[in-house]
């Protein structure tokens, strides 16, 4: 019975309880500028962990999404974030948590993380 403490627990969340991943569709390309030009341009790429059937919500919402994402980026990049050793692990925290909470304010609390799923900076 579901009550005996002897029964084996389930190892895996059901399929209905299993975050979905939404591929956000195009990069993020965020300048950086210094001292008036542009010296480096970092491009991402993000994903969204979501609450199972969220896929539709995400798409539909994609362009206020992205402005709202760009937004966070252009503030990080502008306090510097993105120079020296960006990928620093404290570093991102800052930008994933920051991130996560324009996406949950855009769109809603079926947002559970924003995945980066590749970084770069092209220096010029």
């Not at 790429?45 to 609450?51: D, I, P, Q, R």
């Not at 206020?64 to 974030?81: E, T, Y």
């Not at 990928?87 to 930008?95: K, S, V, W």
Request: proline share 7%; net charge negative.
């Amino acid at each position: 019975s579901p009550t005996d403490p002897a029964a084996p627990e389930s190892a895996a969340a059901s399929p209905q309880e299993r975050p979905e991943y939404v591929k956000l569709n195009t990069q993020f390309i965020v300048p950086i500028v210094e001292g008036g030009r542009v010296t480096a341009m970092v491009i991402m790429a993000l994903s969204l962990e979501t609450t199972p059937g969220s896929t539709e919500i995400i798409y539909a919402t994609e362009p206020k999404l992205r402005n709202a994402l760009l937004q966070v980026m252009f503030d990080h990049a502008n306090v510097g974030g993105f120079r020296g050793s960006f990928t620093d692990g404290a570093n991102l925290t800052l930008l994933r948590k920051a991130l996560l909470e324009a996406a949950q304010t855009t769109v809603g609390p079926m947002i559970l993380d924003v995945l980066i799923a590749d970084i770069a900076r092209q220096d010029s």
